[in-house]
């Protein structure tokens, strides 16, 4: 079966890897693209998703533009990460897409969900708010895509004494990340930097992709050189995870989810960082307080485990605030 999906991206260098992997699956389609800030500003975002659409032959593919900051701040641009343009400042020419519609992106995410009810699949790359202007359009929005794969969150707490990478999507919108989590879904896998940051690419891959001498794996090797120098900040050692190419990953094969957590999410700010947390301590346990100050109505279910032959990490299923 093909698996039809519509990509929500901040179009940084992890996005890019993203979208040159699931262009490169035989059972996916993708069917649209709209281009949110983050990584770089949005127009920037929609530069990079032309530049990686002309590189795999999908000009075809309808692109939207979408918000240009969070629902109620300014926007934060990780320059820093992914350069000043989002791909690492090492693309010389990086076109408009081909079709880039005048339909905005939240209209455009409710347009092609209702046109296709219970066939797409949405996977979320970037900061929630482009999902979140189109929940207020429609709110049975994630209910008639098939599924929806979010790439951010930070699963459950963490162990005593350990905290978590930055999750960069929710703490660039908070509000919208609370009403995406809020919302009704027909199957919503939150993908956290719990479980990105354990799966990590090293020089020996880049070595692998520019030896490759295609041209899609000479510009991942380019992006992803930059990447491992950013992080070798964190490991001291030029690696660096596999944040939204994990997402998608585990969209197209669920089979690959090793451990996953089921309960409630709530959206914690503790003053300096934003997060969206499954509402379960380390070991399973129900937290008893709410991040926003109410009383914990849902009893979370159960974890289920599952074991199959590859990706070592845990990823949070289903998850809903109550």
């Not at 090492?90 to 409710?110: I, M, N, S, W």
Request: hydrophobic share 40%; with cysteine; charged share 20%.
């Amino acid at each position: 079966m093909t698996r039809r999906v519509l990509i929500d991206t901040d179009t940084g260098i992890d996005d890019a890897l993203a979208l040159l992997w699931l262009a490169a699956q035989p059972d996916v389609e993708i069917v649209g693209i709209t281009a949110v800030y983050g990584n770089c500003v949005v127009d920037d975002a929609l530069r990079n998703v032309g530049h990686v659409l002309g590189l795999v032959g999908l000009d075809d593919v309808p692109v939207a533009r979408g918000a240009e900051g969070p629902l109620e701040a300014e926007a934060h641009i990780a320059h820093y990460v992914h350069g000043h343009d989002g791909l690492g400042d090492v693309v010389a020419d990086r076109p408009l897409p081909r079709v880039l519609l005048e339909t905005p992106a939240a209209d455009r995410l409710v347009e092609v969900a209702r046109a296709s009810p219970g066939e797409i699949d949405l996977l979320t790359l970037g900061p929630l708010t482009n999902v979140a202007l189109a929940l207020r359009a429609e709110p049975r929005l994630l209910t008639l895509f098939r599924s929806v794969t979010i790439m951010g969150g930070s699963g459950p707490f963490p162990e005593l004494g350990r905290t978590d990478m930055v999750d960069a999507n929710v703490q660039n919108d908070g509000q919208a990340a609370r009403e995406v989590f809020a919302a009704p879904a027909t199957s919503r896998l939150m993908v956290g930097v719990n479980a990105t940051s354990q799966v990590i690419t090293d020089e020996s891959h880049v070595a692998a992709l520019r030896d490759s001498g295609t041209p899609t794996g000479t510009f991942a090797a380019d992006v992803l050189a930059t990447y491992l120098d950013f992080y070798r900040n964190a490991w001291g050692r030029r690696v660096s995870p596999v944040h939204d190419g994990l997402a998608a990953a585990l969209m197209v094969h669920p089979e690959w989810i090793a451990d996953s957590v089921t309960g409630p999410v709530g959206i914690t700010h503790d003053g300096f960082a934003t997060r969206g947390r499954v509402l379960l301590t380390a070991d399973g346990r129900a937290t008893d307080w709410h991040p926003e100050g109410r009383r914990r109505t849902t009893t979370p279910r159960p974890a289920r485990r599952r074991s199959p032959p590859s990706a070592p990490t845990s990823s949070c299923r289903r998850s809903s605030t109550p």
